[in-house]
């Protein structure tokens, strides 16, 4: 459950500093579906962004974590923070510039 949490936060953080570089013109968004949804409307983005992981977490109280799916969870939060390092660096050389 902790990396479903994990998910949780970090989808939030990722859509919030997104948000934040896109609208500065710092960013773009890399993910193509998510640049259209952003396109559509900034509401959509962070509803997708919110709602998949608390799915994940709805989808983990009725079944047990099986083995395969842990890997798939470890591997989710890896990329994620991947992400968030990716956002650091580009806040620190934009607020370094």
């Given amino acids: 459950m902790r990396f479903c949490l994990f998910l949780l936060f970090a989808g939030t953080l990722d859509a919030v ?3 934040f570089g896109v609208t500065l013109g710092i960013v773009e968004e890399a993910n ?3 640049k259209l ?4 409307n900034w509401s959509y983005f962070y509803l997708i962004k919110i709602s998949l992981p608390l799915l994940l977490i709805g989808l983990f109280l009725f079944h047990p974590v099986k083995k395969k799916m ?6 989710s939060c890896f990329i ?3 992400v ?3 956002h650091l660096v580009w806040m620190v050389l ?4």
């Fill in 17 to 19: 500093l997104t948000h």
């Fill in 32 to 34: 193509p579906l998510m």
């Fill in 37 to 40: 949804v952003i396109e559509k």
């Fill in 70 to 75: 842990k890997l798939l969870l470890v591997a």
């Fill in 80 to 82: 994620y923070f991947s």
């Fill in 84 to 86: 968030l390092v990716y």
């Fill in 94 to 97: 934009y607020l370094n510039a």
